[in-house]
């Protein structure tokens, strides 16, 4: 697929998607998202600064009501969905001019159309779990793959884990509850990783992953883990990542 980077503050994300006017249409989609949502933050200027689920307007953008409705099942602010918030619209924008897939990863949350399947490294900054992605396989419909940090980026995160990645069916979805479950891990005790990603709400969402230091804990259904070949500075940048035999 061809891809694009682009940068349109806050976004740093990358486009991939068949055709060059896909790419173009995806883009356009991110800034319309992003001029509605600063819209709706200049009205209630406590939807950005929230850390707390909180109730919108009736005649709210569907964007800030999709970024509201996800936060609330998970109890953290809306701003926790904003990304794969975005994502979505931009993929679903592609999907609906008659792209067969479409790819946006924003800033590691990652929404996906797929035909083909698609290799996602595992990005866990300093953790010695390095060298592993997830092959996501083809499917029907939109699905997601989002990942919050307490050591890498600058996301707010009130844990201490170096991945905590969920999937769901829906960017939104995946991008809060990735907060959500960052936000529980307060130790690297193996027994501890588990039990807090067996407590994880999976009936909301399909698996979830958490890597802190060098342990690993994960529960639900998941993409398969390969080993992998890619360059941990490029991670969500489009970067290339191949299998290891």
């Known amino acids: 697929m061809k891809k694009r980077r682009i940068h349109h503050d806050p976004t740093f994300a990358t486009l991939m998607a068949w055709e060059e006017r896909f790419l173009d249409l995806m883009e356009r989609e991110i800034l319309d998202q992003q001029l509605l949502l600063r819209k709706y933050i200049a009205r209630d200027p406590g939807f950005l600064h929230s850390l707390r689920p909180r109730e919108v307007e009736q005649d709210a ?28 619209k931009a993929v679903e924008a592609a999907l609906m001019a008659g792209a067969c897939e479409a790819v946006v990863d ?24 390095k060298g ?23 996301s707010l995160s009130f844990g201490c884990a170096d991945a905590a990645t969920v999937v ?6 995946a991008d809060a509850a990735a907060t959500a479950l960052g936000n529980t891990i307060k130790d690297s005790d193996p027994a501890l990783l588990q039990e807090a990603v067996a407590r994880f709400p999976l009936e909301r969402v399909e698996g979830a992953l958490v890597v802190c230091k060098d342990h690993v804990a994960f529960a639900g259904t998941l993409p398969k883990l390969v080993r992998a070949t890619f360059e941990p500075a490029q991670a969500s940048s489009g970067w290339t990542v191949q299998e290891e035999p």
């Open 61 to 88: 953008p569907e964007i800030v009501k999709t970024m509201a409705e996800a936060a609330g099942l998970f109890g953290v602010g809306p701003m926790a969905a904003v990304a794969g918030a975005i994502a979505q």
């Open 106 to 129: 924003n800033g590691g949350d990652i929404v996906m159309s797929l035909q083909t399947p698609l290799l996602v490294g595992l990005f866990a900054g300093s953790s010695p779990v």
């Open 168 to 173: 769901a069916s829906s960017g939104a979805l």
């Open 132 to 154: 592993l992605a997830f092959k996501c396989p083809p499917r029907e419909g939109i699905f997601s793959l989002c990942t919050s940090s307490g050591t890498v980026g600058h």
